[in-house]
């Protein structure tokens, strides 16, 4: 007869709880990026800032991953395994959202593309001083969306899964995500809060539904890519360009005005529209978990 497990103890207990991993990975970020950050070849430019941040990301969410949790990859986010088919299919999604919402803007007369090749940077900063800047922003988005998925859904969304279970995890992490754009130019208490249910929803339902981070960063990746610098609209406050230079124009709180497209109501109903339907997969699928039912998923060593 097989002996029961051996209880864990308190100090594994409070190691395990989702708010002291949380302050591991915050304290494993800070650790590897500071040095990074600190030295002027590495710090020249948004390219370098972003990947330094995808470095020290990736570092938090293995250490706290394997050797706290003691999951493998796979288990907290980073299989290899359909990662690149859930990316593409993110990818897709993402294009097509945002496609789909200056499209709306175009029918209305609300969209008007006005020239090409656009050189517009936030603030006049350089990327890398380099190379074709639509190649340099396709590169710097990505690190954005895989730092920001590292960030929101690999680490703050999947911890508190343990905590309080799927749903308010979900809530926990969408008013996260719509806080830090709070600050954003152009940003106010709108368009915050449309970050947070629409991209919230949409991001944290691809997680929940793939339980990795692929998808998501495929979704996040096309979503500020196609809006800036394919259409040439403001991604989150902040102009880029490239392809297109246009023009938006219409009521403010259809379009997201200065903000961007993201936050006006039209990509609000649309992408929440999107959310839900991923939500409702994830829900038929069993993929919603009890705080119970996640710590036994995550938490378990492998066998």
Sequence with gaps: MQEPAPKPTLGARVLMSPV?????????????????????????????????????GLA????????????????????????????????????????FVVGIFAAAGWYQITGFGSTIGPKGLILTGTGPRFVELVLFFLLVGVFEEILFRG???RIFQDGVGSWAALAISSLAFGLVHANNPNADIWSALAIALE????LGGAFILTRSIWMPIGIHWAWNLFQGPVFGASVSGGSFGALFRSKTVGPELLTGGGFG???GLVAL?????AGIALLILAARRGR????????????????
């Design 199 to 202: 991209a919230g929803l949409l």
């Design 261 to 263: 497209p993201e936050g």
């Design 269 to 273: 109903t649309v992408a929440t529209g």
């Design 155 to 157: 680490l703050l969304l």
């Design 60 to 99: 938090a969410l293995y250490v706290v991953g394997r050797f706290i949790e003691m999951r493998s990859p796979a288990q907290f986010g980073l299989g290899a395994k359909g990662a690149g088919k859930e990316l593409a299919i993110g990818f897709a999604i993402g294009a097509v959202i945002m496609s």
């Design 288 to 303: 919603f978990l009890t705080a119970k039912e996640s710590k036994r998923l995550h938490l378990e060593p492998d066998l």
């Design 20 to 56: 002291v991993r949380l302050v591991i990975a915050i304290l494993v970020l800070i650790t590897v990026a500071t040095p990074l950050l600190l030295s002027p070849p590495l710090r020249s430019g948004l390219l370098s800032f972003y990947g330094i941040q995808v470095v020290a």
